[in-house]
C-alpha cells in the first residue's frame, strides 16, 4: 500500500506543477478576458494592463477577444453605415493625414454644403442597400459661427431619424448648446476622433488641442447623446500610442458606444503619404483589444478596409469588430465594393444589424447577452 501511495504521489505531483504551470503561464488576454466576463465592464484601467492585452500571443488574443465579444454582442451582427461627406475639403485644421485639409495639395476641390435633396436622397438610396446608420461628415475645424449650415443640419438629422435609421454626425468642435440642439433633432450619435495618443497627437495635428477634443465628447455626452470616437493607426506612431489611445477611451467616465478603428489610407499630398501600409494583424490587435478593455461598444471597422481580404475581414469580425462602412467612399478616400461586401456578409453568415435608438449602453453586463449571443449562432 505504501509502494502505491508513493507511486501514485509522484504520478499525481507532476500534474499538479504542470497545472499552476499553465495558470500562472496564462496571457493577459486570458486573465482580463475572463474577468471582463466575471465582472463587467471596468473603467480603471491603467497603461501596463491594456498593454499586456495588446501584447498578449496574437491567437490567445484573438480568441479571448471572440470570447467577450460573444459574451458581450450578438456576435454574428455586423451594422452596415454610410458615410457621406455632407462638406467637403476647404479645413483650416492641419491633420497630417487629411486630404480635406486646405493646406495640403492633394488635388481635392473645396465644396459647399450639400443641399437638402442630396443629402435625403443619399440617406434613401443608403438604407435601401442595407445601411441602418447614416453618419454625416462636415471638413470644418468647429461648428462657431456657421448658424445657417448648422441649422441646415438640424433639419437633415430630422428628416433622415425619421426614415428610421440611426444618425451620426462629424462636424469638428461643437459647443454645448449645440449639442443639445442636436439631440432635440434626434441625433442618434456625434463621431469625434481622438486619433491617437495623447503623447503622440501634437505629431499629427497642431491646430486643436487633445483637451479640445475630450471637451467635445463631453458636451456629447452631457446632451445625452451616444459617443462615437477611436483613431487611426498607421501614422507613424509607436505601439505604446495605440495602447495609449485605447487607455484614454477605456477609462471615460462611460465608455464610448461606438470606436471606430481606422487604418491610414495615406493619401499624395499629405504628409503622411509615403507610411506603410497596416497590416491586418495590427488591426487584430486593436480590435480584440478594444472588445476586451470596451465590451459593450460597437467596434468599428472603419478606414482601411479595402486593403484587406474577405478573410482577413473575417478574422476582424472573429476579433469583436461588428460594424463595418458601405458605399464607394469613406468622406474622400475608397471603400469596399457594395457586391462584394453583401457576397461576404453570405459566406461569413453574418446577420445585418437593425438600427437601435434605446440606451442600450447603459445597461448592466449581464449573462443574458451571451444566451441571445449563442441563440443566434
Not at 484573438?62 to 457621406?84: D, I, K, P, S
Not at 462615437?228 to 500610442?241: Q, R, T, W
Not at 461598444?297 to 478606414?303: H, K
Amino acid at each position: 500500500m505504501l509502494v502505491g501511495r508513493s507511486i501514485r504521489s509522484h504520478l499525481i505531483r507532476p500534474m499538479i506543477q504542470v497545472r499552476v504551470l499553465q495558470f500562472s503561464s496564462a496571457s493577459a488576454a486570458a486573465v482580463e478576458a475572463e474577468r471582463t466576463i466575471r465582472e463587467g465592464p471596468r473603467h480603471d484601467w491603467n497603461r501596463h494592463e491594456i498593454k499586456s492585452i495588446y501584447d498578449s500571443p496574437l491567437l490567445d488574443l484573438l480568441f479571448h477577444g471572440a470570447q467577450v465579444h460573444r459574451h458581450a454582442q450578438n456576435f454574428r451582427e455586423v451594422q452596415q453605415c454610410t458615410l457621406l461627406s455632407i462638406k467637403t475639403g476647404g479645413c483650416s485644421e492641419d491633420c497630417s493625414y487629411c486630404p480635406q485639409s486646405s493646406r495640403y495639395d492633394t488635388g481635392l476641390k473645396a465644396q459647399k454644403l450639400m443641399d437638402k435633396d442630396a443629402v435625403i436622397e443619399a440617406a434613401k438610396k443608403a438604407r435601401e442597400t442595407g445601411s441602418t446608420r447614416f453618419c454625416m461628415g462636415a471638413a470644418w475645424r468647429d461648428t462657431i459661427g456657421r448658424k445657417t449650415n448648422f441649422n441646415q443640419i438640424l433639419e437633415y438629422v430630422k428628416e433622415i431619424r425619421g426614415m428610421g435609421m440611426e444618425v451620426c454626425c462629424t462636424l469638428g468642435m461643437i459647443e454645448k448648446q449645440q449639442a443639445l440642439e442636436l439631440k432635440k433633432a434626434g441625433l442618434t450619435a456625434y463621431n469625434h476622433n481622438l486619433d491617437t495618443s495623447r503623447e503622440y497627437y501634437p505629431n499629427i495635428i497642431t491646430t486643436r488641442s487633445y483637451d479640445e477634443r475630450l471637451q467635445t465628447l463631453k458636451f456629447v455626452r452631457e446632451a445625452g447623446i451616444n459617443v462615437c470616437s477611436g483613431g487611426i493607426i498607421g501614422l507613424g506612431e509607436a505601439e505604446e500610442d495605440r495602447v495609449g489611445l485605447l487607455h484614454t477611451l477605456a477609462t471615460l467616465p462611460t465608455h464610448p458606444e461606438s470606436v471606430p478603428i481606422n487604418a491610414l489610407v495615406a493619401v499624395k499630398g499629405t504628409p503622411l503619404q509615403d507610411q506603410k501600409p497596416v497590416e491586418i494583424w495590427e488591426m487584430i490587435r486593436m480590435i480584440a483589444t478594444a472588445r476586451i478593455v470596451m465590451p459593450k461598444a460597437m467596434v468599428r471597422l472603419s478606414a482601411g478596409r479595402v486593403r484587406f481580404s474577405m478573410v482577413e475581414q473575417a478574422m476582424c469580425f472573429l476579433s469583436g469588430a461588428n460594424s463595418i462602412f458601405t458605399g464607394d467612399k469613406l468622406l474622400t478616400t475608397p471603400n469596399n465594393d457594395y457586391d462584394a461586401d453583401q457576397l461576404m456578409f453570405k459566406v461569413l453568415g453574418l446577420i445585418p444589424k437593425a438600427p437601435s435608438f434605446s440606451d442600450d449602453a447603459s445597461k448592466p453586463f449581464e449573462a443574458e447577452n451571451c444566451e441571445a449571443a449563442s441563440a443566434s449562432g
